[in-house]
């Protein structure tokens, strides 16, 4: 009887994990037709590794921002160490680059949760709130951008579509703090809010009040806009050298699209998706086929090699072994899709 709910709970992980690898096959196979290895070792041998350097230096920058600003989003429920969260990061993009559908997020909570003593549904909340805020920069770079380069016409409709989304969503998100913000009286003590609001969903509004009313929120904004600032550095240092010597803002679109397909179902490390759409990025531009193909598997490879040993270490320090980290993923992959009976 007890092997029915776990047969349940598999259920739909395995097929988000089908679903994964599936996309990743597809944009590999439609990509790789313009991969040619013999030019690739060619170019390859070519490249200033001066400014591959400094692209991985500002790649592995911007995740050390965004720990900074996951202890500030987090600092209304208890104070965190800034090591303890550059270290949950770095272990959970490790586990992104061996696992399909990027079961960092989970465990990264996890790791800081453990450590810091502070409520697994919060930080996981904090994550998803990371992500709004991810999106509205996006968009909002999006929009700039667009005032600066011709953008082809179904990029401009995609412009609209996630503008108009991020709009609305943003909406619900202030119009909910402002109706607890109201509710509570200015109370924003959560222990108290919730015996005026009970249950799980209520709770988690309530928290979410907590962190967007707190004053830390708003250096959690302005680190929001170093981190795909010192990204797009990244990349444009990464397109210098491979020769692509396009403009500035040419490294920010093509970025906004590698992060929009990205964020879709994917193999370990993004394998595909991001081939696909760094594609996609450069086609704007005019750059050539293969010469974009070819350059997107070099720029995955490179700015996915620190992270190799920057998050095993990370991990190792945790005290997690790879038999441990895969129970850990698959639990709390398991638990994030299992409904919830309880009130």
Request: glycine share 8%.
């Amino acid at each position: 009887m007890s092997d029915i709910p776990q047969r349940e709970n598999a259920a739909p992980s395995k097929i988000l994990r089908l679903l994964g690898w599936g996309l990743a096959l597809i944009c590999l196979v439609w990509v790789l037709r313009y991969f040619h290895i013999v030019r690739f070792l060619r170019e390859m041998s070519e490249v200033d590794w001066k400014w591959v350097l400094l692209g991985m230096s500002f790649d592995v920058l911007s995740y050390g921002i965004q720990a900074l600003r996951w202890k500030f989003l987090l600092s209304p429920f208890g104070k965190v160490r800034l090591s303890r969260s550059i270290r949950a990061v770095y272990a959970g993009l490790f586990t992104n680059l061996i696992f399909p559908l990027r079961p960092g997020e989970f465990l990264r909570g996890y790791l800081l949760s453990n450590a810091e003593g502070i409520s697994l549904g919060r930080v996981l909340g904090s994550v998803g709130v990371e992500r709004l805020v991810d999106l509205v920069v996006a968009t909002a770079s999006l929009a700039v951008v667009s005032l600066f380069v011709d953008l082809p016409r179904r990029f401009q409709r995609a412009a609209d579509t996630l503008g108009i989304v991020t709009l609305i969503l943003v909406t619900i998100l202030v119009l909910l703090i402002l109706y607890l913000e109201i509710k509570l009286g200015g109370n924003a003590e959560p222990t108290v809010a919730r015996h005026r609001l009970p249950g799980k969903v209520m709770g988690a509004l309530v928290d979410l009040h907590s962190m967007g009313t707190a004053p830390s929120f708003y250096a959690a904004v302005f680190t929001s806009l170093l981190i795909p600032f010192c990204q797009v550095l990244g990349l444009w240092a990464m397109m210098r050298s491979y020769g692509l010597h396009l403009p500035f803002l040419a490294s920010v679109v093509v970025l906004l699209v590698i992060n929009l397909g990205v964020s879709l179902p994917n193999a370990p490390a993004n394998v595909g998706s991001y081939q696909l759409f760094c594609v996609l990025g450069l086609s704007v531009f005019d750059v050539e086929k293969t010469t974009a193909t070819n350059f997107s598997v070099f720029a995955l490879l490179a700015l996915s090699f620190p992270f190799v040993f920057l998050g095993f270490a990370a991990l190792v320090r945790s005290g997690l072994s790879f038999r441990s980290m895969r129970e850990k993923v698959t639990g709390l992959s398991r638990q994030s899709l299992k409904p919830s009976t309880q009130n």
